[in-house]
């Protein structure tokens, strides 16, 4: 029986890798950098540290991330995020359903915890999660499960007893290996092995229809 659901936050509850991908591109351009596309796919789903080593590699050169991320905010300093422009429509829906039915719910996200924050605050989330983690937290990101593991205890319900919405190949290849029910938000504009979840869902409020199939 399923008790608890657990949310990625990257590309399932807000749309941000396109606008990042986007970023990134404009980005290097502007400072003559080229990326290899398979080399750039590695960031969707991993946390901070391993984002920053893929950046390097794809510069050529050591960077210092002091001067890097400063230079990146100034850039696009005029042209600020709002969380709320790429919420998914589904979402609000599908949390309040689960509170309703009596779920818990948690986020286990590799982005850092200032900006899983940032979302939380702009779209008015926080208060629907009993744990909420960072990739940041842990050493190793996404596939390793150590995350999805940890949002279980501190849940205090079973990894059998979890259903985790992802949509990275990385990302599902870690709630499946912490013994968790995975469903897969389709995502066709990158280069994601969706076939690992147990089941490909179309919208967030798909799950409602899966948790009540699971659970009768």
Not at 159 to 169: F, N
Request: aromatic content about 10%; charged content about 30%; proline content about 3%.
């Amino acid at each position: 029986m399923i008790k608890a659901v657990i949310f990625d936050m990257d590309g399932v509850i807000v749309d941000t890798e396109p606008i990042y991908y986007e970023r990134l591109h404009e980005f290097f351009k502007v400072n003559e950098v080229h990326p290899d596309l398979e080399e750039l796919d590695k960031i969707a789903g991993a946390n901070s540290t391993d984002t920053w080593d893929t950046i390097q590699r794809i510069w050529g050169k050591t960077l210092n991330k002091h001067e890097y991320d400063k230079a990146y905010e100034d850039y696009f300093k005029d042209r600020p995020i709002d969380s709320n422009d790429i919420l998914d429509p589904n979402l609000k829906t599908l949390l309040d359903w689960l509170v309703e039915n009596k779920y818990k719910i948690a986020l286990a996200s590799s982005s850092s915890m200032a900006e899983i924050k940032k979302v939380l605050k702009e779209c008015n989330l926080s208060h629907y999660f009993e744990s909420i983690l960072s990739g940041d937290m842990f050493r190793q990101s996404k596939p390793n499960p150590e995350i999805y593991l940890k949002s279980a205890a501190q849940l205090e319900v079973k990894p059998a007893e979890c259903l985790v919405i992802e949509d990275s190949t990385y990302g599902i290849m870690a709630a499946k290996d912490a013994g968790m029910y995975v469903l897969a938000k389709r995502d066709d504009r990158f280069n994601f092995n969706q076939d690992l979840a147990h089941k490909i869902i179309n919208r967030l409020t798909d799950a409602i229809t899966e948790l009540q199939k699971i659970n009768d």
